[in-house]
């Protein structure tokens, strides 16, 4: 229901066949992927993700500003939404 | 995400950022990032995350490696949202704040019909975004 409303789904093909970026057109990346065996064994670690009715598991880890948070002490008060994110 | 939290906060909501690892690191565009060495690298970019992007939001940060991400599905973008019983509500490969509002906004008056919560982010009028219909 909600993953057809990604925002990558509403960007109609444009410029070079729906790419949009030259930057997206790393030959060399491609190839390494491809060949991989390393990158194609994370694919296989996939069936570990928690689909959702499942339990999630425990998070327990430190924050940038010094505390620590662990979803447990959550349980049963308040929902949370956990992102995952970086810089690049 | 900032602005979800906020309007959330107040109906039993929390938002957490989990750092995890840098997947352009060393890419075009991105050459002064390399990957983490230590935890305390990984910290230090943590935390330069959240002073660039001015978060409120509490920053977590994954061990060095990556033992959580990994369960979760080693994507970047990842985004689960956990109800009060600790069980996967919705769960999306990429972090869209419109269709988080319309689950949270569901979530939340499910457990309260008396305070209904309407969807109020629309990303398709943020200036400088492609304006497309489906």
Not at chain 1, 62 to 88: P, S
Request: aromatic residues 10%; hydrophobic residues 35%.
């Amino acid at each position: 229901m909600a993953v057809e409303r990604n925002h990558y789904q509403r960007i109609p093909p444009g410029p070079l066949f729906g790419l949009w970026s030259w930057r997206y057109l790393d030959l060399l990346k491609m190839i390494r992927l491809r060949l991989n065996p390393r990158i194609h064994g994370f694919y296989t670690k996939f069936p570990t993700i928690p689909p959702p009715g499942s339990k999630f598991p425990e998070v327990d880890l430190e924050t940038v500003d010094g505390g620590r948070i662990n979803t447990k002490a959550l349980q049963g008060r308040r929902h949370f939404v956990l992102l995952t994110g970086a810089l690049t | 995400m900032e602005e979800l939290a906020r309007k959330y906060k107040d109906r039993g909501v929390e938002v957490f950022l989990m750092y995890v690892r840098e997947p352009h690191a060393k890419e075009r565009g991105f050459r002064q990032y390399r990957k983490h060495e230590s935890y305390d690298h990984k910290m230090e970019y943590a935390k330069l995350l959240v002073k660039k992007h001015s978060l409120v939001i509490p920053c977590l940060v994954d061990s060095l490696d990556e033992k959580l991400h990994q369960i979760l599905g080693n994507l970047p973008n990842l985004v689960y949202v956990v109800d009060k019983k600790g069980e996967v509500f919705y769960k999306n490969t990429w972090t869209d704040a419109d269709a988080i509002d319309e689950i949270l906004a569901e979530l939340v008056t499910a457990e309260d019909p008396s305070r209904p919560v309407q969807k109020t982010m629309d990303s398709r009028h943020v200036p400088g975004r492609i304006p497309v219909e489906v």
